[in-house]
């Protein structure tokens, strides 16, 4: 017999994803969005309100924004019936790990960030963060049975924030801003021809992070713990430029030195840059 499974915020990217990796044998579907006029993947049946969407299921996973989403949890987790999953999936965690906590004793909270985005055929090799809430080994065993071939970290909320701001933050950031730049260009196809490897490549990644809907980029960037992090990379800005300006080569190249050394440090440079070679040759073709 299939499980209920219902998806909160089928519309958005993550959602239909969602839809689409739980139809099948194992699972009946029902998403809810709302937006009504979406439209869901064939055999995902469509919620008529958010309480009707969850009152049956056994699994209810959130894709909603991540601003909404503990006041969602507060509002549907008294709803949910006995011994269902109630699911986070959220790219900041203190707050929602917060609100889940405060669930009622018949609804299990799991609270995980998949570290890909709807571009993934599968979680197949997949990281999945797991954040502790009340019984991690079970809220784990949880995760793990829903997506079986992914890669799990566990970590607690403060903690995953802080990383997050930096593997994604920050990421999000500085492409964002380059992307702006290189955008404004006047003669964009000129720049391309004349272009190295390294643009390419940067360019590729930068456009990609901009195929993300702006709720979403303002989501990720606003993560609190980015703001130190983003004024340690406008200090360091400022530093070289000034550095330049002043001709003092030789507080770059140490500057640059000791970069590398830390780089050396955790794995070396030379293996990246065959990396990035590989994929120049894929882009070349």
Known sequence: MRKKLSIIGAGGHMGMWMCRYFVGPKYEVTGYDEDESIQLPKSVKKGDSLVDAILQAEYVILCTPTRKTPEIIRLIAKEMKRES???DISSQKVKTASS??????????????????NGAKSP?????ISVPIKDAKK?????KSLFPEATFVTIDSTEHDKRI???LGLTHLINMVYSSIISKDEKPSLTYKMSSSTFRIQKMLSDSIMSDTPDLIETIISNPQLR???EEL??????????VQEN???EITDYVRACQARLEANGGTAESYKKMIAVSRVLDK
Request: proline share 6%; hydrophobic share 45%.
């Open 85 to 87: 999953y109630l699911i």
């Open 100 to 117: 889940l906590s405060r669930a009622p004793a018949k609804v299990t909270p799991v609270c995980i960030h998949p570290m890909f985005g």
């Open 124 to 128: 197949k090799n997949q990281n999945i």
């Open 139 to 143: 809220e784990l065993a949880i995760a």
């Open 165 to 167: 701001s930096t593997i």
């Open 228 to 230: 130190r992090t983003a």
């Open 234 to 243: 406008w200090k360091d800005i400022g530093r070289l430029l000034t550095a």
């Open 248 to 250: 003092k080569s030789e």
